[in-house]
């Protein structure tokens, strides 16, 4: 298979990031640095190293984790904030985050090893739903949620449209709920500043069918294997 397969096979990053790493000259292939995207490993009988540590086929493992506001979406912050991977201290493999949640945002956040699993994920094309409660500054108006469904412009471009439930309506700060696939970079905060209504706590509630039932903040659990059969199906085909 080739080499950036294998490197995300094997857990360490997903296959784009491992294609930078190969061009980056810090894989090697039985003790070359391999930067030939092309190059082909044989699992049974090829060494590969990354920075100098041999990397080895893992299991894949599969984590749903209840953010809690705080940690960052990442495995290791030079700055020594903490990540969410010392959130899930006893699992053996190296996970990596599936897709980012903000510093200060909450709730359900899947974790892994298996890079194309994360890409199927967070990728827009498959149209993965992720589902968002916000508490926001104000009352919002019908107009204002039909503009949310509809599309917002934001600065990279017009939204696709979302999925939008009024929770609770207050004139100090109200509840809306949101659901929407694409995921750019603060995308919810932004949906959300534009129309006129700041998020002042945001929570990931849901993410496909999955939810975060049973699993308080801070704490995870591992999903089963039909949940991971259901989600790659629903990325692939567009049902589960
Ligand atoms: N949208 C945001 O604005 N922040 C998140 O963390 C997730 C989605």
Do not use: W
Not at 162 to 169: D, E, G, P, T, Y
């Amino acid at each position: 298979m080739r080499l950036a397969k294998y490197l995300a096979q094997a857990g360490i990053a997903s296959r784009r990031q491992a294609e930078d790493l190969i061009r980056a000259g810090r894989i090697k292939l039985n003790s070359q640095v391999a930067t030939d995207l092309a190059s082909q490993v044989d699992p049974q009988n090829d060494r590969v190293e990354f920075d100098g540590v041999v990397v080895s086929p893992e299991q894949p493992v599969y984590i749903l984790l209840n953010k809690p506001p705080g940690f960052l979406s990442t495995v290791a912050d030079s700055r020594g904030r903490p990540t969410v991977v010392q959130l899930v201290p006893n699992i053996k493999q190296r996970v990596f985050p599936v897709g980012r949640l903000d510093q200060d945002t909450a709730g359900l956040l899947l974790l892994s090893n298996d890079g194309a699993f994360t890409n199927l994920m967070i990728h827009p094309r498959y149209k993965i739903d992720k589902k968002y409660e916000a508490v926001i500054r104000g009352e919002i108006s019908s107009a204002e949620i039909g503009m949310l469904r509809d599309g917002i412009c934001l600065d990279d471009g017009r939204t696709a449209p979302a999925k939008v439930r009024l929770i609770r309506s207050g004139t100090k700060e109200s509840v809306i709920e949101l659901v929407i696939h694409e995921g750019r970079k603060r995308q919810v905060k932004r949906m959300l500043a534009a129309v006129g209504h700041p998020v002042i706590k945001l929570t990931r509630t849901g993410l496909a069918f999955l939810d975060l039932a049973g699993v308080k903040v801070g704490q995870y659990r591992y999903l089963r294997q039909e949940e991971v059969d259901k989600l790659i199906d629903l990325a692939r085909h567009g049902r589960a």
